[in-house]
């Protein structure tokens, strides 16, 4: 078989030629059924951020969509939220403060876009960099999540009613600050989005094992036909 550039070795031509085959159909198939749980994200929330403490008994909670940000209580919980962030020095939290959630529906309904057209005439070219595109973007969304909340405790008012050291809030898990507990843990639109960007790897890896597969087994029958 003719290498794609000459004068390269003949693996990387084979690689090369590899990159542009067509996806298989059943990795079309299984690529399309990946979008869906990208798509059904966008009716949950993706992180919840809670604070409890002896006088809120019932807590308090905001949840963060892509697009949106939900407080509990119908709304309560954000301005009781503000008000004790407001005697720490930290800034209010409002939709402002997050302007991300700005460019994250758009981005995320690129990316299906994207995906549609990868699983209908993609090649494994084209995969790779849906793959390297998709992993990107979740990858800078949390690091854009944890920068703002780094921010936000890190920028106090010198003036506020109570001193306190510079902090950082929780991204995951638990912390204690001063006699509240607070609480963060994704949510079911970022177990959804997992989903599938770990299925969109999972297909690619499964796209260059059966390459690699196929290349050995071609060597090996031209090995067998020269002798």
Excluded: C
């Amino acid at each position: 078989m003719k290498s794609v550039t000459d004068g390269q070795p003949a693996w990387l031509a084979g690689f090369y030629e590899f990159l542009d085959r067509p996806l298989r159909l059943n990795s079309r198939v299984i690529l399309a059924l990946l979008l869906i749980p990208l798509a059904l994200h966008f009716f949950f929330p993706m992180w919840r951020i809670s604070m409890s403490a002896p006088q809120y008994p019932q807590g308090l909670s905001v949840d963060i969509y892509s697009y949106a940000l939900v407080a509990g209580h119908a709304g309560r919980d954000i301005f009781e939220i503000n008000e004790l962030n407001h005697y720490i020095g930290m800034e209010t939290i409002d939709r402002a403060q997050l302007a991300d959630l700005d460019w994250l529906p758009f981005a995320f309904g690129s990316l299906i876009m994207l995906g549609l057209r990868v699983a209908a005439i993609g090649n494994v070219r084209a995969l790779m960099d849906f793959v390297a595109l998709s992993t990107y973007l979740g990858a800078f969304s949390m690091g854009r999540f944890y920068y703002k909340l780094y921010t936000l405790g890190h920028t106090l008012d010198p003036k506020a009613a109570f001193d306190m050291e510079p902090f950082t809030p929780a991204l995951f898990g638990e912390r204690q600050v001063a006699n509240f507990l607070t609480r963060s843990y994704p949510q079911t639109g970022t177990l959804l989005i997992t989903i599938s960007l770990a299925g969109f790897a999972m297909v690619l890896a499964w796209h260059l094992w059966a390459g690699r597969r196929d290349y050995k087994r071609a060597q090996e029958s031209a090995a067998s036909a020269a002798s």
